[in-house]
């Protein structure tokens, strides 16, 4: 009889796996390597996934124990993860952290970053009617020229979109446009930019090419995506110009939903390990992650290997990731476009902010990959 509900309980168990949503970009590039590279995670790290079904369903692997079942499921938008997210068809995701924190403003969704995962650059795009090779020349280019000049982005609290409005107002350039809160332009109509929301980059490549944008802010690997499928270029990282807040700022993260976290919280610890050694095996493994995103996602190697150029990949929140977070809401908050958000002060101080995010799955998980990756 015990025999019979141990082996009763493992068959519930495997009907019901924990689902990753991630969306088919490289954001989940240390992902990619867990799955396709079992053997050397299984001797570096004694964890690794065993496949059932290729890029749908793992089984996760410590030692010889079978520890978790995973399903993989990809989603060509953030909005889409989060949604799935919100219905619980996915219990963890791996998506942009404005597209989270977003949710959370506005929806006062239940939902947490529970990890980070990558950070990388802002780059700055332009089309080729641009003479400009950098940002002190486009920067000149801007000024000197006798209309405003349309710079595109994606998504509406996009970070790379507030980065570059914080980098423009350095520069005592005028700007308007649809970031949201007020314009802090004093004269719109003299406004020297003028920064448009774009549906995605497919509709952003396409403004570009039509020469409807003079240039995009993206974070990779969007813009390179965009820069050398269309026939712009690339003249720089606006992440890193003065006044300097969003150098280093969290791109890609580990979202969960409050439920899951309660739920489901010892199968995200272990998700959260496997995600720890990964990005262990991503940075010190370049050319194989290169290989490996590529393979999954039949990019030509020539597009990635530029598109990771600037990408790190980490799980540990380190103090640019915890900052980059609050100067996000920041930047918000000083264009008056923060709503009032439920349980917290309208003018939350930065350690009411950072209770939207959740670490306690995060930290135990760190220290048991820390041991294997010192072994």
């Not at 980098?167 to 020297?192: F, H």
Request: with cysteine.
């Amino acid at each position: 009889m015990v025999a019979f509900l141990l082996l009763f309980a493992t068959a519930a168990w495997a009907l019901v796996p924990l689902t990753v949503a991630y969306n088919r970009e490289d954001h989940a590039a240390p992902l990619f390597d867990a799955c396709l590279y079992p053997k050397d995670f299984r001797a570096r790290y004694n964890l690794y996934l065993k496949e059932v079904k290729p890029r749908e369903l793992y089984t996760l692997i410590d030692g010889k124990k079978s520890t978790l079942s995973l399903r993989l499921v990809a989603f060509d938008s953030d909005s889409a993860i989060v949604t799935a997210l919100r219905l619980d068809s996915a219990q963890v995701g791996i998506l942009a952290s404005e597209e989270v924190l977003a949710a959370v403003m506005t929806t006062a969704l239940n939902i947490r970053i529970i990890a980070p995962l990558q950070r990388g650059g802002d780059l700055l795009v332009v089309n080729p009617s641009v003479l400009a090779a950098d940002w002190k020349e486009f920067i000149a280019w801007v000024k000197a020229l006798d209309r405003p000049v349309t710079i595109g982005y994606i998504g509406r609290y996009s970070m790379a979109a507030l980065g570059l409005t914080q980098a423009l107002e350095y520069e005592k350039i005028n700007y308007t446009g649809t970031v949201p809160g007020r314009d802090l332009s004093p004269k719109p109509e003299s406004a020297k930019v003028k920064l448009v929301e774009a549906d995605d980059r497919v509709a952003l490549a396409a403004e570009l090419s039509a020469g409807r944008f003079d240039a995009a802010v993206l974070q990779e690997p969007a813009a390179t995506w965009v820069s050398m499928l269309q026939g712009s270029r690339t003249i720089g990282r606006t992440d890193l110009l003065p006044p300097g807040r969003f150098e280093d700022r969290p791109g890609t993260v580990i979202a969960a939903p409050g439920r899951a976290i309660v739920k489901r919280g010892e199968d995200l610890g272990r998700f959260l390990e496997l995600m720890a050694v990964a990005t262990h095996y991503a940075n010190n493994n370049t050319q194989k992650t290169l290989a490996a995103v590529s393979k999954w996602l039949a990019a030509p190697p020539a597009l990635e290997s530029t598109a990771m150029r600037d990408m790190v990949f980490s799980s540990r929140p380190e103090a640019s990731f915890t900052n980059g977070i609050w100067n996000w809401y920041e930047a918000l908050r000083l264009r008056t476009a923060v709503p009032r958000l439920a349980g917290l002060p309208v003018d939350m101080d930065q350690q009411h902010w950072l209770r939207l995010s959740d670490s306690t799955l995060l930290m135990p998980a760190l220290e048991r990959a820390g041991a294997r990756i010192t072994r």
